[in-house]
């Protein structure tokens, strides 16, 4: 059984940065795909971004804004959340992409307002 426990949500004012953490409960390796997607309401889920090996991608929406790392040795993908706007505000997913099969964690909000 995988799963994917975030951390690092909250509320933050515009223009503030945050840091989300995902620890998962397998021995990742650099070939599976993990990354970051979102959701905010009314809205389908999207991705934000996927590393895999040292190759990262982004959405359009958060390039230059956002970086998205991993530490295989931890079992861990992080997102830097910078100059953060309030369009950001959303649910944030873990995803992990082991064997073949989609996993994502339970969620963590991220609330972007003054």
């Known amino acids: 059984q995988v799963q994917l426990v975030e951390s690092g949500g909250g509320l933050v004012q515009p223009g503030g940065s945050l840091r989300l953490s995902c620890v998962a409960s397998?021995?990742?390796?650099?070939?599976?795909?993990m990354g970051w997607y979102r959701q905010a309401p009314g809205q389908q889920r999207e991705l934000v971004a996927l590393?895999?090996?040292?190759?990262?991608n982004y959405a359009d929406s958060v390039k230059g804004r956002f970086a998205v790392s991993r530490d295989n040795a931890k079992n861990s993908v992080y997102l830097q959340m910078s100059s953060l706007k309030p369009e950001d505000t959303a649910v944030y997913y873990c995803?992990?992409?082991?064997?073949?099969?989609?996993?994502w964690g339970q969620g963590t909000q991220v609330t972007v307002s003054s």
């Open positions: 995803y992990l992409n082991y064997r073949f099969q989609n996993y």
């Open positions: 397998v021995n990742i390796a650099s070939i599976y795909p």
């Open positions: 590393i895999t090996g040292s190759n990262a």
